[in-house]
């Protein structure tokens, strides 16, 4: 999902940032007597962008972040209740409005700052830049598991301590007293020597006139009260009862009901449309053909094809009457693609190494594997991956006089906001989003091409149109997880030690490091070639992480078996310059009794890998019976600085990781003529009950910079899967999924000998 | 027209009666906790009762229907003050991530419970296996279905561990 890549901020940084240093300071004095229109009800006080307070002194965080499921919002708020100190029962949270005043300059902050050491009188001038800089990018986005460690450490800590000590600033003002015997507590303030105690609320009106601090103090982490305790998240009671509301929900007078089709091979069009019998079917009032939309993003423009579309005055006339048109879709130079041809074009391009690019490139390669006792070599594969997101995609738009309305789920509300008005040929203005809870996102929803048509549709019809895929649409006109082939070269000397390390792979992706190795070899050549394909790229739960994770970590199992080593002492050996990675591969061999052996037919696997911020070990163990696969149990050990919401941390790593599970068992969409062969969860399993392991997270609070949590779950469990699986039955899975894999074949070798 | 009883009520319908449910639901009777996921019962997330049976929603025809009692998630509670032991262990054991398979989730489980009040390991895969979580929160819904059936909770793969360290 991490598709605001440090780098492509910093670039653009660099040109609102040109006048950070010599150009005129901004100061950005407090926001939010402007913003207070758009989030400030009946007896609301904006204190600062982020924070409100009412008068019944309920303090409520506005959240810069979209809910589909990860539970930002908790979260966050604990993070600014905390510094803030407020009473945990006082405060809520809200999700801010897609709106550039609500850019998150916090995460531009976080991305172009981070380390930097800026002195406190140059703050406020950069953080005028910043918002300007956020608002230019459209940057409110969800993702890169990002939210915490940018929004929360930069924005929302620092909102909460401001705040609190312009409250207390004030309180020292109204009662005459030193402002360093003012005390906050449980959103309340205490001047003790004259026994006075007020709640914040009474203050809210005069700290609403000062500028917030830049910088003020916040807390150690021995000060903590509300970060790293378990809280309920607050979005639950709506989700067990069928009254939280997603986009699908919306409700509007008047509306009418459409579904859309894509010409099946991507980049097709439509050569012509039937409609006759589609018109004929009760409920069926229009037919549409929605003209293609070209989006500019700073990931370059992309076109979304043109599309069909039926309107009705239900759902199912509408589905009736998509299954009853006959269209004909144009031809295409990529009409004959299948995934055979595709994987022998990266074979084909691997080998040959054209322009290959390096990641890291260092020692004398040639030599080392010369000089080698022994060298090994394997091919590695992954398939596309769609996200099937529980929540088909859908969106619910309505225009009134010029002014568009669109209900979504989405991960950038603000991009999207953009992106609707371009393709409408509106002014920015004249479009509002309304972003609703997302029932899953994974990357896939930070594509504006569903709200686009909503609202196309609207336009057309001249009423609120809610517009539902299909799910066969959603699993086939996704923006899909690319498939990859990696390749590898280690050279072993002959007391097994890794003195060279080769890997060449297609298709480079954020995040840029996602290749590389943490283990020590002096020797390394990590690089790529490029290999495009037509099928369009998506940002697919933790990005490049999710097929590395695989390759990298499953080679150097091979490499320890090849040295005739264990594979969890022959990581240690090599981990010793990483004490974070050490611990937490340690904890994890150690949660999991790694060394105690199982029956047979019991295997164990274990992977390491860093991503987001985090460091994640994951140790599975399996049964395999009769070519038969159970995963039973999966320990996981998490290392992401500090635990703001340890229970909601764990239930990240838990989806993670069934999330990796599904794709590693069953996951894979497969081209044909050119488009997708799969078409539902028929085809396109999820882990389902029966197949779920028992899973225990663990958690070790180094106190090393924030991490993130969506994501670093997912990129070890494909690999700790098929080493356990190695483990249990010697044979060793290049190819994902698994479902594919006979595992009662006679077992391979071990990687090829070279 | 067709009649059915949902959540208590009896509603007269002047709808198409090959119309699945479950948009006779969200559409006519505007009751949007039960989602739409795939359309074809391989999801669950349309999961509702039919005289107490959990049924998928999404290809059940409002025809099939006719004259029976509906039960969605907006009736699970018993009253408007009080949850359904199931919503209420979902809350203790923070079971939903993105949200939108729940009421599937919730419905079969309470199906579940209705008929067997303490189910095992394997009744609760073979009750559930029609309800797919993206956000994969099992082994949370396992845990609160067992915490309401008051079933001691164990681990297979734990257990067998145990006996195997127990054996050396």
Redesign the interface.
Known sequence: MGKWTRRAVISAGVVAGGGLIVGVAIRPGNRAAKLSKYVAGDGETLLHTWVKLDSDNVVTAIIPHA?????VGTALAQMLADELDADWDLVKFEEAPALGEFANYPMAQAMLLAGADIPDFVLPTVEGALIRTAHVLDLQITGGSLSVRTTGAYGMRIAGAAVKEMLKIAAAEAWQVPVNQVIAENSQLIHKASGRVEPYCAFAESASQMTPPVSPTLKSVDEFKIMGRHV??H????????????A??V?LPDML?ATVMRAPTFGGGIDSVDEVRTRAI??VVDVVQLPSAEVSSMLGKFTYAESVAVVAK????A?QGMDALNIQWRSTENDGVSSDAIFKQFDRDISAGVDRESDIAQGDLVASMENAAQVIHADYRVPFLAH?????LNATAMVNDGHCEVWVGCQSPLSFRQAIANALGFDIENVTVHNC??????GRKSRPDYAIQAAQLAVSLGRPVQL?W??EEDVRQDFYRPAIQSRFRAALDDSGDLIAWENTYVDKHEPDEAALIPYSVDVQDIGHVRSPTHIPFGAWRSVAHSHHGFFTESFIDEVAVAAGQDPFDYRVARLQHLPRQLAVLTKAAKEA?WH????PGRGRGISLQSSFGSIVAEVV?VTVKDGNLSV??VVAVIDAGYAVSP??MK?QI??????G??AALFGEISIKDGAVVES???DYQ?????D????ETHIINSGADWGGAGEPGTPPIASALTNAIFNATGNRIRQLPIKNVDLQAARESTATMG | MTVITVNGTEQKLQVDPSTPLLWVLREQLALTGTKFGCGMAQCGACTVHVDGTAMRSCVTPLSAVSGQKITTIEGLAPNNNELHPLQQAWIEEQVPQCGYCQSGQLMSAAALLATNPSPSDADINIAMAGNICRCGMYSRIRRAIKSVAGVQQFDPAVTELAREINNG
């Open positions: 809910e589909m499921g990860q539970g309920e998240r979005d639950l009671p709506s989700k067990v009862d069928g009254t939280a509301i997603f699908l929900d409700r009901y009760n409920g239900g759902y199912w006339a589905k099937t997101c529980m929540e088909p809870f997302m029932g899953g996102g994974f539902l299909t799910r009794q105690i052996p199982l029956a163990e039973d149990r229970d909601g239930a838990e989806s993670g990781i069934i999330y599970l599904s539902n969860f028929h999820s882990v389902r009950m029966s779920a392991p028992a899973i």
